[in-house]
């Protein structure tokens, strides 16, 4: 493994310009990291990526890179390009064991996370680096939020969210779980208790529905329900999953590893307008996984799927969608998983006053991820809807900013 890693890493050019910098959401280091790793300064390298993204060990497994910085590498025009995500993982992974940092803690700057995905991971880390009093509340038992209950174990160990969540209390970041902000403990007693600001990074929780019949059966389920604990549905031999995103990949993938013999995937369009990332739609058909395209269910029974095949027309300058005027044909399955889009649930606006949310629940913020009420930030999917865990890191940082500010601005004037 590691002469793997020496000889890959040894592959680098070190650009002078480097477009895999430039083209990672939050300019991942790539060619410097390299550069320490093969001068024997492994524990440097591990801290600048650290510093850069303190979910870079993450990152190194769950990013789609291909998208990104791989994507961009100036060797992949001629031949491969550097596989820089078991690069950046031996050298996170590493680290990881040997960051110690204890921050004195300012406890007149306390910091209120909702939410212990991606963002709300990433903003107690840089915050906390700076001395703010941070307690993390989850509604769940674990932290993690999405990388934890939303990723199989087989593409993000979990072991690694317990690590960071020791490094986090070793900060001295409290953590409160089971602990849902809402219906109980409201934004108003965070306020009341102290707390200089108010972070919410909640997710997108609540699965969107295809409102066609038969969605209520008991052999119906929703992707992010799945998900959070596969173990505890029985989905007989053959399954079929609706939609082509990442979540519709990852729930095939899970299926058949948990016995499942024939799965396979219906979508309305083809395989080049599926949304997954081409590695989790290579990795599926690796898997055993099958496509059906072109295929728009409209009902559900108790023994599978009815359906019409679609097809692609120019209307104008425009394609769309239409359905063929065939009679309606049935595919035969023992369960079916809906994986179309997920939503954010209203357990803290419907129970606040002054956060303003768009037409799809989403909370309304601006680029530095303040909301419509003073002293309360957002970020992740609950404010852009599900994307990348790189991206969801992007836009904490500038949260942190934000807020450390915010909270300075208010020190001043106490002053």
Same mark, same amino acid.
């Given at each position: 493994?590691?002469?793997?890693?020496?000889?890959?890493?040894?592959?680098?050019?070190?650009?002078?310009?480097?477009?895999?910098?430039?083209?990672?959401?939050?300019?991942? /280091?790539?060619?410097?990291?390299?550069?320490?790793?093969?001068?024997?300064?492994?524990?440097?390298?591990?801290?600048?990526?650290?510093?850069?993204?303190?979910?870079?060990?993450?990152?190194?497994?769950?990013?789609?890179?291909?998208?990104?910085?791989?994507?961009?590498?100036?060797?992949?025009?001629?031949?491969?390009?550097?596989?820089?995500?078991?690069?950046?993982?031996?050298?996170?992974?590493?680290?990881?064991?040997?960051?110690?940092?204890? /921050?004195?803690?300012?406890?007149?700057?306390?910091?209120?996370?909702?939410?212990?995905?991606?963002?709300?991971?990433?903003?107690?880390?840089?915050?906390?680096?700076?001395?703010?009093?941070?307690?993390?509340?989850?509604?769940?038992?674990?932290?993690?939020?999405?990388?934890?209950?939303?990723?199989?174990?087989?593409?993000?160990?979990?072991?690694?969210?317990?690590?960071?969540?020791?490094?986090?209390?070793?900060?001295?970041?409290?953590?409160?779980?089971?602990?849902?902000?809402?219906?109980?403990?409201?934004?108003?007693?965070?306020?009341?208790?102290?707390?200089?600001?108010?972070?919410?990074?909640?997710?997108?929780?609540?699965?969107?529905?295809?409102?066609?019949?038969?969605?209520?059966?008991?052999?119906?389920?929703?992707?992010?329900?799945?998900?959070?604990?596969?173990?505890?549905?029985?989905?007989?031999?053959?399954?079929?999953?609706?939609?082509?995103?990442?979540?519709?990949?990852?729930?095939?993938?899970?299926?058949?590893?948990?016995?499942?013999?024939?799965?396979?995937?219906?979508?309305?369009?083809?395989?080049?307008?599926? /949304?997954?990332?081409?590695?989790?739609?290579?990795?599926?058909?690796?898997?055993?996984?099958?496509?059906?395209?072109?295929?728009?269910?409209?009902?559900?029974?108790?023994?599978?799927?009815?359906?019409?095949?679609?097809?692609?027309?120019?209307?104008?300058?425009?394609?769309?969608?239409?359905?063929?005027?065939?009679?309606?044909?049935?595919?035969?399955?023992?369960?079916?998983?809906?994986?179309?889009?997920?939503?954010?649930?209203?357990?803290?606006?419907?129970?606040?006053?002054?956060?303003?949310?768009?037409?799809?629940?989403?909370?309304?913020?601006?680029?530095?991820?303040?909301?419509?009420?003073?002293?309360?930030?957002?970020?992740?999917?609950?404010?852009?809807?599900?994307?990348?865990?790189?991206?969801?890191?992007?836009?904490?940082?500038?949260?942190?900013?934000?807020?450390?500010?915010?909270?300075?601005?208010?020190?001043?004037?106490?002053?």
């Amino acid at each position: 493994m590691a002469q793997h890693i020496i000889e890959e890493a040894k592959r680098c050019l070190q650009c002078k310009n480097p477009k895999c910098k430039q083209a990672c959401p939050v300019g991942t /280091p790539v060619n410097e990291a390299i550069h320490m790793l093969l001068n024997g300064e492994i524990e440097e390298a591990g801290e600048r990526l650290f510093l850069n993204n303190p979910l870079s060990i993450v990152c190194s497994l769950v990013c789609p890179h291909e998208k990104f910085c791989e994507g961009n590498c100036i060797l992949g025009r001629k031949s491969s390009p550097i596989h820089w995500s078991t690069i950046e993982h031996y050298i996170s992974d590493y680290y990881l064991n040997r960051y110690h940092e204890k /921050p004195t803690i300012d406890r007149s700057k306390k910091i209120a996370i909702i939410g212990s995905g991606p963002a709300g991971i990433t903003l107690a880390f840089v915050l906390a680096t700076r001395g703010y009093d941070i307690t993390i509340f989850e509604a769940k038992d674990k932290i993690g939020g999405v990388l934890r209950f939303g990723i199989p174990a087989f593409r993000l160990p979990k072991d690694i969210l317990d690590r960071l969540k020791d490094q986090l209390v070793n900060m001295g970041v409290k953590i409160r779980p089971n602990t849902l902000v809402g219906p109980v403990i409201t934004v108003e007693d965070l306020f009341r208790d102290g707390y200089k600001a108010v972070f919410i990074g909640t997710g997108v929780w609540k699965p969107n529905p295809m409102r066609v019949k038969g969605e209520s059966l008991g052999h119906v389920h929703f992707a992010i329900d799945y998900l959070k604990n596969p173990g505890s549905f029985d989905l007989g031999k053959k399954v079929c999953v609706i939609g082509a995103g990442n979540v519709a990949m990852d729930v095939a993938r899970t299926a058949i590893r948990r016995g499942a013999k024939e799965v396979s995937i219906m979508y309305r369009r083809d395989e080049e307008d599926m /949304p997954a990332s081409l590695h989790e739609i290579k990795y599926a058909k690796l898997d055993g996984v099958k496509f059906e395209f072109f295929k728009a269910p409209i009902e559900i029974t108790d023994d599978g799927i009815r359906y019409k095949h679609t097809k692609k027309v120019m209307d104008g300058d425009a394609e769309k969608l239409v359905e063929i005027d065939e009679p309606v044909e049935f595919s035969e399955v023992d369960s079916v998983i809906i994986a179309v889009s997920q939503g954010p649930k209203s357990n803290i606006v419907a129970h606040s006053k002054g956060i303003e949310i768009g037409k799809t629940g989403l909370v309304s913020t601006d680029a530095c991820g303040r909301t419509t009420r003073e002293g309360v930030f957002a970020s992740g999917d609950v404010v852009t809807g599900a994307k990348t865990v790189v991206e969801a890191v992007m836009l904490s940082k500038k949260v942190a900013d934000a807020i450390d500010a915010y909270v300075m601005g208010l020190k001043s004037e106490e002053a």
